[in-house]
């Protein structure tokens, strides 16, 4: 049976356990000296291996480090600096580190290295090092199970003080269904929240917002203190409705395909003086194999899942509807990535946005008005449309990935509000998977 996972629920601390600090050897302790300020503010009991060179960091952050003595000692989230691993002989170091931890890791702990892009280093062997740790990380991920999840952090030189909201992102149980995955941190700007209300003040938009995964991104988007504008189409009226009044947001009835869409939601928005996100999580499927497909099903796939958010994000930029420092986000699918018999025009359409993210993420940089765009990538997700899958098919789907169990839409929200986070502006152009590490398209 695969293990329950622990999920966040309100008054819980962010670690619920201890941590296990570590680093390779080097003369840089930017990256060191930042974990160890963000591991001072979450509460935890923190460990160092006897001999470790991340103590000074940890010292420097008035933290009382306790040493590692033996194999008696179990962790809930263990984060490993190797950005000074310059060369393959260098990589020893993060076998040693982890060889003996992954017998005290807890049942769903977190493990979190943290490299440098390797596409921003110019000397071969550092590059090398550090795209290695990729590997390391994700077979990792598929041996440790017992819901267990593993992240690599790249971060850029200079911007280590972004490291913030994406470290406490993944020692949290906030990243539950999150695991193998690949984040890059850029030099982005980054605003300081209250951590316990981080979206508080926020105005943000959802699309698609009645049911499923976008009725529980607004839900999660307002626990967090952020005013929701719920948006979907007008035959789901009453049940928009009921979410509206239960996280006391705003509706919004419109079909997203329309071409005036932009200018109606413009009007509702500077009600509140302007938008400080959108989630474009609106979408449908029409599956059919491509011989089968008539032109119809193509047409409104390619319409609602990608035309759509193209065209809407357009009429913001270009009329200044988003504040400076908004988030995009938009909601891709692990089919967009490897695929998935009779959904041509389903992946092609979720593929497409990632494209628009690759692409807008270059745009928003030069702009210089810090607003970022990124996007998920969900995996097999229990909602009412998973439900209408075969039993056997839909049992394949829930085991067929690290965590040995399907997501639930709450996964897809937590992952979304860490994107949405005005403390996440060192976080553009990244498609972060939330599939338990499914193996499609791995």
């Not at 406490?168 to 209300?197: L, P």
């Not at 005013?227 to 947001?249: F, M, N, R, T, Y």
């Not at 593929?351 to 692409?359: C, E």
Request: glycine fraction near 10%; charge should be negative; include cysteine.
């Amino acid at each position: 049976m695969p293990v329950q996972l622990d999920r966040f629920e309100s008054g819980e601390r962010m670690v619920r356990g201890s941590t296990l600090v570590g680093s390779a050897k080097g003369d840089d302790k930017r990256v060191s000296e930042s974990i160890a300020r963000i591991v001072s503010e979450l509460h935890t009991e923190v460990f160092v291996n006897s001999r470790d060179g991340i103590k000074d960091a940890l010292a420097g952050a008035d933290i009382a480090a306790k040493s590692n003595t033996g194999g008696d000692k179990y962790f809930k989230a263990v984060v490993f600096d190797a950005s000074n691993v310059k060369n393959a002989d260098e990589l020893k170091e993060v076998y040693e580190f982890f060889h003996f931890v992954v017998r005290c890791i807890e049942r769903s702990g977190r493990v979190i290295i943290i490299g440098r892009p390797p596409e921003e280093l110019e000397d071969v062997d550092a590059a090398l090092a550090q795209r290695a740790l990729e590997g390391f990380v994700k077979s990792l991920g598929k041996e440790l199970k017992r819901g267990i999840s593993t992240q690599l952090l790249y971060v850029s030189e200079g911007a280590e003080a972004n490291l913030d909201s994406s470290l406490r992102f993944f020692t949290s149980a906030r990243s539950a269904y999150v695991s193998g995955q690949v984040v890059r941190i850029g030099a982005g700007k980054s605003v300081d929240v209250d951590w316990a209300q981080s979206l508080g003040g926020k105005t943000m938009l959802v699309t698609g917002a009645s049911r499923g995964i976008g009725e529980a991104i607004a839900r999660v988007l307002a626990r967090e203190g952020a005013h929701v504008i719920c948006l979907d189409v007008p035959q789901q009226q009453s049940a928009l409705q009921q979410v509206v009044s239960e996280i006391s947001g705003s509706l919004l009835t419109i079909d997203i395909t329309d071409d005036n869409a932009g200018a109606q939601i413009t009007e509702e928005v500077q009600k509140r003086g302007g938008l400080d996100a959108i989630i474009h999580n609106a979408g449908i499927t029409r599956d059919k194999t491509l011989a089968k497909m008539d032109e119809q099903k193509w047409d409104s796939v390619i319409n609602v899942n990608l035309s759509s958010i193209v065209k809407l994000n357009r009429y913001l930029l270009d009329n200044n509807v988003l504040n400076d420092d908004a988030r995009i986000v938009c909601v891709s699918s692990i089919s967009g990535i490897a695929g998935n018999m009779g959904q041509t025009n389903y992946a092609t359409s979720k593929a497409g946005v990632i494209g628009l993210v690759d692409a807008t993420a270059k745009k928003l940089e030069k702009d210089g008005k810090g607003m970022t765009i990124n996007a998920v990538a969900p995996g097999f997700i229990e909602t009412q449309m998973t439900d209408a899958i075969p039993f056997a098919i839909r049992e394949a789907g829930r085991r067929m990935n690290s965590m040995s169990q399907a997501g639930l839409p709450v996964d897809v929200a937590e992952t979304i509000a860490w994107l949405a986070s005005p403390a996440s502006g060192g976080l553009n152009g990244n498609t972060v998977r939330v599939c338990g590490q499914s193996l499609l398209g791995a």
